[in-house]
């Protein structure tokens, strides 16, 4: 008799989705998320990873702030699907260091090993529907345009080599009308929108309550798994 499978919790890791606008602070809500769920093996992914490879003209054009980061075909969404695949799977993934200074992946990789809980954030988190399959919880953080133009133009300027013009006009040009095209009909598909100030602290609690459930439900089905393995072995 062939023996049932056994497949291990940690091979079925849950992966959370946080979309939302450049700057509405995904990045920061999902430290947080993981800094209140207070387990092992929990990791962020930045979907910033997955930008596409520029040809040198695609590159020449992006120095002038005139390349178009904003519509989901600057996503390798082929590549990033096939990694959370192997990260749900348990297996380890390799993934792309981005430059947003010089628009381009660095030559070296970083190895991620498969985390119980893997927080996806992206401006397109919740567009593929191939990765829509793979979440168990969908979140779109929220905040006024005028806050987020505000930090993008900060952060830019301060750790992504750019200056203040040329962050204007990439906003109006790309970031402001691809959000309303692209970004904001996410919200659809979120179990949970949140607004991303700095006290939401409710929204972080359920969050993390909804993660710790999850993770219980697993554990237990994982338990009644190995107990019913045993019986079969007895069995035999
Ligand atoms: O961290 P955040 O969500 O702001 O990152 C996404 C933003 O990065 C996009 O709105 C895009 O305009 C910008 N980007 C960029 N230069 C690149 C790649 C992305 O300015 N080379
Ligand atoms: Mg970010």
Redo the contacts with the bound molecule.
Sequence with gaps: MERAHYSPPWADTSIIGIAGS??SG??TLAHKIVSSLNLPWVAILSM?SF?RVLTPEQHVV?QRNEYD??SPSSIDFDTLVERLQDLKAGRRAEIPIYS?EH?RRQDSTESLYSPHVLILE??FALYDQRILDLLDLRIFAEADADVCLGR?ITRDVRERGRDIEGCIK?WMS??KPNFEKFVEPQRKVADIIIPARLDNRAAIDIVVGHVKRTLKEKSRKHQEELQRLGKQVEDE
């Design positions: 450049s700057g995904k990045s910033d930008y992006a980061f904003d947003f628009h992206g401006i993008r990439q790309f970031v």
